[in-house]
């Protein structure tokens, strides 16, 4: 009798393209639907210093003065710019070798899911979601109700969102420019007013909303039940 030996299971944004990007620091990588539609991954852009739209989220961080957190850090630009400036931030993301670039730039930075245990629960005083990761798990209210949960009771989520009107949850994989794709996921895009919605029922409200060079951003705090 012969057992048969299976090969482990592959990990989207581990065992895909995306990992070999965020070694090499170079894409292209797109985000691929069944349907052959793509989404580019701005990989170059992650893996520069922080770009003047960059900066609109870091100096919200910056004049809070609490402890951030970033929520799906890739490599990891954000934190290490925070903590250059001597702000506590921590970065969190799945992926192994954007965990060891993030340090490499001087970042801190746990490899871990969101939905995993972290430190400071309930603590952040600031926690971020940019570059499309209001899409991570392709549930955004389950995502929006991890990072409340995150938050400290005065703390604020700044959320990137997509800049047309749309809620679109779909089925990817990971494509770079040779067509090599990685284990499909699922995936969320959402417009600013399908965010403010899903937030509002996780305890969730907007106060204050921005562009800058084509990217559209939030705040969102929790909302204070009526006396």
Known sequence: MTTAI???ERAPWVDDPFAEAMRTGRGPLW????????????VERWCAPPDSADRTL????LRR???TIDLGCGPGRLVAELQSYGLPALGV???HAAVA????IGGSALC???FDPLPGEGRWGTALLADGNLGIGGDPEALL???AELLAPSGVLLVEVEPAELDERVTVTVEDAWGRCGPSFPWARLGAAATVGIAGHVGLGPSDSWSARGRHFLALRRIRAAK
């Open 58 to 61: 870091l100096l919200r961080c």
């Open 145 to 147: 109700r991890r990072a």
């Open 112 to 114: 871990r899911s969101v």
């Open 6 to 8: 299976l090969a482990p």
């Open 65 to 67: 003065g609490v402890p």
């Open 31 to 42: 985000l691929r639907r069944p349907d052959g539609h793509r989404y580019p991954l701005d």
């Open 93 to 95: 993301d799945i992926t």
């Open 101 to 104: 670039r993030t340090r490499g």
